[in-house]
């Protein structure tokens, strides 16, 4: 009984590994525990998802810079404040990067070439709101080097979003986490 107890348990582990290695007992081929292969998003999947990682940072992003023209021209100015928000708006900008580069996300041929470029840029802010964060004096603010341009705007035209009124330059935003 013994015997016939290991022979069958032995069975039942050569069975668990050609099946976690691709092979079947039936002589099949593949793994059914594999992850199906990468499905490239939809340009209406992609527009949801660009707008739904771009957004967030680029509200906090907004919000520094106004911080900054404020505290430019008051001397009495919390630098802190300035400071923390500098850094919220570095860690959600360079998360969105992250977010943009991940591999699991298969942009549509469409856009599929921009979106390094794209995630480079939101590191380029990320990295220009650290410098803002730096700041202690409005000479600091206004020693600054440029903000780096946004090189997105063709994304979000290949996606189909319409350019928002002037009035309203982040309207594409509304409703987007």
Known sequence: MRRRTAL???ATVAVAVLALTGCSS?????????????KTMSVGEAETLYLDTICPPTRDYVGIIKEMLGAM????YDYTA???????ASDSLGAAADDIRNPDEHWPPVVADDMPAVAD???ALADYAVEIGKSTSPD??????????????TVAADLGI???????????CEGHV
Do not use: R
């Open 82 to 88: 300035l400071s923390d928000q500098a850094a919220t």
């Open 26 to 38: 039936d002589g099949g081929v593949g793994n059914p525990l594999a992850p199906a292969p990468a």
């Open 73 to 76: 021209f008051n001397t009495d």
């Open 121 to 123: 840029n939101l590191e």
């Open 140 to 153: 600091d603010l206004k020693n600054l080097p440029s903000a780096p341009p946004s090189t997105d705007s």
């Open 162 to 172: 319409e350019k928002p009124p002037e009035d309203k330059p982040f309207a594409f």
């Open 8 to 10: 069958s348990s032995a």
